[in-house]
């Protein structure tokens, strides 16, 4: 009977509509960020669905929402959850469908009167995005533990309030504890947010991990010389190691193959002009690997070369590191079953990696956690023009469902 | 008798401390913008030290003073030229150096009562530097007849001036006529605003000609994407493109050799942010060579280079030039001779292009000219650090000297 259970697609899909109403902007996009009014008002609609489903909300002091359904039995819930917080020019989709779709999961179970032994639980986590208040994800960060629940409070928006403060003028600070989690497993329904899957024809993505990130920035400085009078040999352009550092960054990408990914998307040059030798390149480099080992392969690649190169050209290299976090993998036999579970739905499944960060990486601390994604139209997330197909939303939410009730059990 | 003669270093490196005054920078430097209040001091300090000299002072309608030294023989006169305006932040030696050692030579001349065939000339010409009107040079290419007159008038300064209203305000809208220039030879003493003399130890270069410019500015236009969601091979990277572009451009000029020079001097990437492939890349290409034919060579070779890449990457180029000079050679005869001067002086000579641009290359296309460099210290112009050394200077107008009387025999 559980077997046969689907979600109703076209109501998960009004529900998106109907919560992208909460922060939305003329274009079409939505501006929800983490603790404004609009998410307010967005929590409000979600806790009263919660409650007209029949969870039992708790709010944390960092604003973490639980909706618990009972199970036969007592003990850890299996936990649904993502975000309902968005960029300023954000989508309808990145975050909402973990949420909302976690709904659907119990309205579904709810109109099958269908009981799972194990208590569930669907949550949303306070400003998974990071567009209001750092660090992102502060509120999964708070609620495993791994963030003291005082440093979240006193991070100060970028509109100059303390997330403490916007936490009681919108209702929800609550007084559910922090950072002693008792959760059974966590399953994070998400939208890709690059092109892999619909560029692939896939449906389904079962996510291995969160890629490990490793932000440096590279300061070249050289002289600055005038681009006629001054012979190749007698340079020392900053702008030129810059160039090569990036082409190079591509090639390690290249040959490490795989997961691995490397971006120059900032490159600054001064003075930036047509006939001077560059003086100073300010460069970053964001390089992205689900293997550790290779990813710090990578970075000692990257940096051999670039102080190789520096010194050919009698050029400093100043490196600064940005940010360096471990790959985070999902536990293996839940992403089996996510595989397991599209397949046996006949829906075209591939194992990817995110390259994104979310909340599930902080769950995957005290818990098996796994992700499921959906295609992205054209790859394009954190952006108005997000979309996903009602369709596929409704196949992912379907692998939700599956995969919650075997847990639960 | 002539062949004994020699300047006196000491009087000279005087006036062009002197001269210096006029739009000293309290830095030290010089700022002496054309037709502004100082270069109308300047001016008037020059042209009274041409009258002491007995020089009969002429002015064109575009500002350009030429002082006559009579000859034995009526005719065309050897002319000693360059210009006193500078940059902003200019130094006291680049312009001034070629019409003070001009007034140098005149005056070794009048104490050695030394009278010459043909007639000796001094000229300054109006905004070479550019700094303050476009196009820079308009007054040697005014009196070549290069330019119309009409044109260089109505340029309108950085401060919204017309150059014949200054030219009136100043009082060097001058009656003598313009287009038509009477010059048997031009010569021009420079400092050389590059490292070479110094770095390899020459006292004396023998410039070949002026390089040829060739300026492009590239749009490369790919898709934004996310660093982490987006693999390698889905990439439309415009910033990757331009990196690979401004390595290339390296390599041509490794591989061409000779005066070849290439400058990716400017580069801009948007959105320039650590975790986004870069959308759009705007980068220009600076290509530099005496040598026309291996000119066309670079600037084929790179185009080539950059529509490959940018087909590869799935990018889009757009392709403009800035600008474009054909080299100017200088009188081959005229070349040897500062050479063998210079040796007869024992004074370590090189021969060597001019990488930026100056009045004798506009003097080139209506008689023979030639040019003679004297080291700049660490390379550095257009600078208030600007120096070369008194023993350089003189060594310079030395062989000044000795070219313009063999050439007014």
Chains 1, 2 share one sequence.
Not at 43 to 58: A, H, I, N, S, Y
Request: charged residues 20%; aromatic residues 4%; negative net charge.
């Amino acid at each position: 009977m559980r077997q046969n259970l689907r979600v109703n697609g076209a109501r998960l899909w009004s529900r998106l509509q109907r919560l992208a109403e909460e922060g939305a902007r003329p274009d079409g996009g939505v501006c929800r960020l983490a603790l404004s009014d609009a998410d307010k008002a967005g929590r409000d609609l979600v806790v009263q669905w919660m409650r007209e489903l029949g969870l039992t909300v708790t709010i944390d002091a960092i604003g973490n929402v639980v909706g618990v359904r009972r199970g036969e039995e007592d003990g850890a819930p299996v936990m649904i959850g993502s975000h309902i917080d968005t960029v300023a020019t954000g989508g309808r989709y990145d975050g909402a469908l973990g949420v909302l779709g976690g709904l659907e999961v119990i309205e579904t179970l709810n109109d099958a009167g269908v009981v799972t032994k194990r208590p569930l639980a669907v949550a949303f986590f306070t400003n998974e995005e990071g567009a209001r208040f750092q660090p992102d994800m502060f509120g999964s960060l708070v609620f495993t533990g791994a963030m003291a629940l005082e440093t979240a409070l006193t991070s100060v928006s970028i509109d100059g309030r303390k997330a403490g403060e916007e936490l009681k003028r919108i209702g929800y600070g609550g007084d559910a504890p922090v950072g002693k989690p008792n959760v059974h497993a966590y399953v994070e329904l998400h939208v890709e947010q690059g092109p892999t899957l619909e560029a692939e024809g896939f449906a389904i993505g079962a996510v291995e991990g969160v890629q490990g990130i490793s932000w440096t920035e590279f300061t070249l400085t050289g002289q600055a010389n005038h681009a006629g009078t001054t012979p190749m040999r007698m340079r020392h352009d900053a702008g030129y190691v810059a160039a090569a550092i990036a082409v190079h960054a591509r090639r390690i990408a290249d040959e490490l193959g795989g997961d691995q990914v490397a971006t120059v998307g900032a490159l600054t040059l001064s003075p930036n002009l047509v006939n001077v030798v560059a003086e100073r390149a300010l460069m970053t480099i964001d390089l992205r690997n689900t293997d550790n080992e290779r990813l710090k392969q990578a970075e000692a690649r990257l940096m051999s070369f670039a102080v190789k190169a520096a010194a050919g050209e009698g050029v400093t290299l100043e490196a600064r590191s940005l940010a360096r976090f471990d790959p985070v993998p999902f536990a293996p036999h839940l992403v089996a079953r996510v595989e397991a579970i599209a397949k046996a739905f006949d829906l075209p499944v591939k194992r990817l990696p995110s390259g994104a960060g979310h909340d599930a990486q902080m769950l995957a601390a005290i818990c098996p956690a796994c992700m499921i994604f959906t295609p992205s139209a054209g790859g394009i997330s954190h952006n108005i023009a997000e979309y996903t197909k009602p369709e596929d939303i409704a196949a992912g939410a379907d692998v939700l469902l599956r995969l919650v009730t075997e847990l639960a059990e």
